[in-house]
């Protein structure tokens, strides 16, 4: 059974040459898309694990200038599409209309800005046409009466459905009717409809794909990450160098390549 397969990443953790290994290896295993996420200090929607991935990405200096760097130093080898997964104001600080030309000289596919501001949408949707972009719909239980407004006009990436309400991180059981959500929000759209949020393990991403066209496994991901890094580096994060960065980021497809085999697609 052929399914979607997304991981989530953040970037520049623990080092951004471990995130520019982690993609590659990612990209080798033929997957469609990559979310990269933008560390941010106060990220509403995430769960602890990916909190202290950003807050340590950010002490370490990370910005979304370096991470253009790295993303530019790849673009050449990338197969897999890039999305950006960002909170609205590193975006906002760092100026909307040079992000979205920065994504297009990088080779960005798309982003996914769990929070514009209503008063930004306009701007942002026309800017993201403008340079090609796709925005990425991001679809809650509550927001069941948005769909048509929502899914407008939308014909390229995926509908990304959170699975329950809260935020990112490993979870025992999701929303009740979460299977009758994505019957509605799948008459609302022809794009392969994802799973995201609290996806942790191999029967959940089967229990998920049943109902979808596949999974988002962030935190699950990340957790992968810190245990791989530990292992390799005892957390001396300062003195990684190329070859144990990719050390760690081999490390990390063996264990995600074990965990949902059911949605991996190539």
Request: proline share 5%.
């Amino acid at each position: 059974m052929s399914k979607l397969f997304v991981p989530f990443i953040s970037a520049g953790y623990p080092t951004i040459d471990t995130t520019k290994n982690i993609l590659l290896e990612f990209n080798d295993m033929g997957l469609p898309y990559i979310e990269l996420g933008i560390p941010y200090s106060d990220p509403i929607a995430d769960g602890p694990v990916i909190q202290k991935a950003s807050e340590i990405a950010l002490q370490n200096g990370i910005n979304l200038s370096c991470i253009f760097d790295m993303v530019n130093d790849i673009k050449e080898i990338m197969t897999s599409k890039l999305i950006v997964f960002s909170y609205y104001n590193p975006l906002y600080v760092f100026g909307f209309e040079k992000f979205c030309q920065k994504c297009k000289e990088t080779g960005i596919y798309g982003v996914l800005i769990p929070d514009i501001p209503t008063e930004e949408e306009s701007e942002v949707i026309d800017l993201l046409e403008e340079f090609g972009l796709v925005l990425i719909p991001l679809v809650t239980p509550t927001s069941k009466d948005r769909l048509s407004y929502i899914l407008h006009n939308k014909k390229r990436g995926f509908v990304y459905c959170v699975s329950s309400l809260g935020v990112t991180g490993e979870r025992a059981k999701f929303h009740v009717n979460l299977k009758q959500f994505i019957a509605q929000v799948r008459a609302h759209t022809q794009l392969p409809i994802v799973i995201g949020f609290g996806v942790s393990n191999r029967e959940q991403a089967r229990e998920m794909a049943e109902m979808s066209d596949g999974v988002v496994i962030g935190s699950k991901i990340i957790s992968i990450i810190k245990e791989a890094s530990e292992k390799i580096f005892q957390e001396d994060y300062d003195r990684f160098s190329n070859d144990a960065a990719k050390t760690v980021a081999k490390e990390v497809r063996k264990h995600v390549e074990k965990l949902c085999p059911y949605v991996y697609n190539k």
